[in-house]
Structure formats: C-alpha cells, structure tokens
C-alpha cells in the first residue's frame, strides 16, 4: 500500500495513493489518507485549502476532515459519500486511487476584482508622494493607518463588506459573534426547503449580570473585593425554557380557542412585531453571544452581519471600483491633518473623496437595466379588493 506517485506544478502539489482493503486503513488512522512533506513542501492547513479525489471523481467536503494542525490526515466519513468509489463508510473502496491535491492560488476564483491594502499603500506612495507632488513626504505608518480607516469607514455604507455564517443551533440557544462583527444586517432561519425564515430580535428581555446575594440579600465578593456573578441570569433561563415561543394561529385546533382568538377579537392590536411564529434573538454585545428562544433548537440559522474587513491581514482588500475612493479618502486624510495646509487645498481633496466615494457607490450598486426591467413589470399588476 505504497505511494504511486506525486504531479508537482508551479502552483500546486498533490499526493496519490492505493487503497488495498475496504477498511481504507493508513498509518493507523481508519478511513485516512496522511499529507506528507515529501510531497507537500508546505502542508496545507485547513479544507478550504484542498481538494480530494477518488478514480478521478471530486468527493464532497462533507464527506471528510482534514487535521492540519495534527497528523494532517484526512479522514474520510459515511456522510453524503458516493457509492461508485466509496464505502458505505466512506472509505474508498478497494484497489481505487485516491488523489489530495492543494488548490492553486491561480483557482481562488472572485479575487481578481480586489486589491490589497498593501498595494493600496504601496501605489499611494509612488502616485501622491514624493518632489514635485501634492505630498511632498509622509511616514509609510501613517499611509498604512489611514488607508485602513478608510476601508473600515466605507466597508458601513459602500463596500460589499456584508457576511454571512450559518450554523446548528446548540441545546445552549447561544451562537458567538464573528470575530469581525460589526452590526448584523438579517438573522433567519432556513426551513426544508432552505427560504430563509426571518427571525424578530426580542425586545423585551436579555441577559442581564446576575449578582450573587447570600441569604440576607447582600451582594457577595471575592478575595479581591469584585462583585461575584452567576454565568446566566434568571431572566436568561427563564427565556431559555418558556414554551410561549412554540405556539401559533396555526397550532389552534380547539374550536373554543379559535373563538377566543378570531371572533372574540382577543388579536386585535397585537404588535406586528410579536406577530410571528419564527422566533426570536437577542445580542448581548458584551458577552458575544446571540441568544435564540427555544422554538429554535436545533434548527439551522444563518447570520447576515456587516465587517469593517479589518478581522485578518488577508481579508484587507478592497474592490477595484472603489480604489480611486481609498486614494482620495488617505490623501485627505493626511492633508487635513497636517498643520499649515491652505483650507482651500483641504476643501479641494474632501469634494474630491466625496466625489469619488459616491461614484464607488453607483459602480457598487450592481444595477442592472434588464432585471429592474423583469422586477417592475410585476408593478403594473391590477391590486383587486
């Protein structure tokens, strides 16, 4: 059960093996295939970075893990496997090749249309500094930290700087914020036919600091003198196991419930806001968490949520529609905050950004004449009564 053999490109590596029994078993690790550095210079480290094969056929990234903080071994799984190459365990089957190979930075298809924070910087400096420019000298520190308030400013309102996340919610009803979570834009949750069911924040509860009291009602410390506090708080558990959340008009079967409800007019003047079965959340900012009712155990939520882009170095880019706003937004920045710099040069460069910022957001807008065309042809739609 040796190694066949390896294709090294310019830009990627892989590594190819036999599998000789159903078991799938390499290196002691059942249904793996283990990267090496014989054929890997620089292992990869996360799925993302690559793609796995059997007989040619591409298996699905839920049908496997890849520790690359570990062994970097792949592990193969039962979930979503193909029954041409695989078991139903999701090894490979007997005597097929399975082939790992790093996707090429040539391949991370979209990023095109972005540039780096560096070469923003970069190509600020032989633009606008320098003899005989508009900015005779500047530290490249200084550049580097406007541009980058520059993007964190027009990733709120310009950029395309909203993401998302999906996850299972937990028995615990708690979700932890992005690292780079700004504000949130939707939260829903996706049914069996995967439409996003919006879910209402709930305004009329939270988590609040629970304090501990002994039996006399006083507060309890600690050695150092701070305030002891429980994990959640009694508002918190109490949200967390209410039924209320479950109920709907539709779950009304009872033929004196339905007259209480409907022809009683028991709804009349119900907030529109508490008027969905969906469910609800809650954000507690400090404690980073995003707290569900319990309707919603279990379910799959998805998270919208706005990023400055300023969460990793890799992430710092900007769109080429918008590149001409971050240079004029920097070369504002730094004149406006020099000292002995004529007004009018400083009024010259913030009509300039404002200029080239709303033209960044007309380019970003993405409008396009035919859809709006398809999408106001409903418009015209006689509204009977």
């Not at 996360?46 to 592990?75: L, P």
């Not at 032989?126 to 406007?146: E, L, T």
């Amino acid at each position: 059960m040796g190694l066949l053999g390896t294709t090294t490109q310019q830009s990627y590596y892989q590594q190819s093996q036999t599998f000789t029994n159903a078991n799938g078993v390499i290196t002691g690790s059942s249904g793996g295939f283990r990267l090496t550095t014989a054929y890997f210079p620089t292992l990869p480290t996360t799925e993302a970075q690559i793609e796995v094969f059997i007989n040619g056929i591409q298996i699905n990234q839920d049908n496997y893990a890849f520790n690359g903080s570990g062994n970097y071994d792949v592990i193969f799984s039962s979930t979503g496997i193909n029954s041409d190459v695989q078991e139903t365990s999701g090894a490979p089957k007997n005597g097929l090749n399975v082939l790992v190979r790093e996707i090429a930075s040539t391949e991370q298809y979209g990023n095109y249309q972005y540039i780096g924070i560096n070469n923003i910087v970069n190509n600020f400096i032989i633009s606008y500094v320098g003899q005989d420019k508009i900015i005779q000298k500047v530290k490249r520190a200084d550049v580097f930290f406007h541009a980058q308030r520059a993007l964190a400013e027009m990733s709120y309102d310009t950029l395309r700087s909203n993401k998302s996340q999906e996850i299972e919610i937990p028995p615990a009803l708690t979700m932890i914020l992005p690292h780079d979570y700004v504000n949130y834009v939707k939260i829903s949750w996706l049914d069996n036919d995967g439409v996003e069911r919006l879910l209402l924040p709930a305004r009329k509860t939270s988590n609040p600091k629970a304090i501990l009291q002994d039996s006399s009602y006083d507060y309890l410390f600690d050695a150092d003198g701070s305030l002891l506090e429980s994990k959640d708080s009694d508002t918190w558990t109490q949200f967390q196991s209410s039924e209320s959340n479950n109920t709907s008009a539709n779950n009304i079967s009872d033929s004196e419930d339905i007259d209480k409800t409907f022809f009683l007019g028991q709804r009349y003047g119900i907030a529109p806001e508490y008027a969905s079965s969906n469910g609800l959340f809650y954000i507690d900012d400090s404690r980073g968490r995003i707290y569900f009712s319990s309707n919603l155990s279990g379910m799959t939520v998805k998270l919208n949520y706005i990023s400055d882009t300023l969460g990793l170095d890799g992430e710092m880019q900007i769109h080429k529609f918008a590149e001409e706003a971050m240079y004029k937004w920097i070369a504002h920045a730094i004149i406006a905050t020099r000292v002995n710099t004529p007004e009018y040069l400083v009024a010259r460069f913030k009509k300039e950004r404002f200029a080239a910022v709303r033209t960044a957001k007309l380019r970003l807008s993405n409008l396009k004449s035919e859809e709006l065309a398809q999408i106001m042809r409903g418009k015209s739609k006689q509204i009977k009564h």
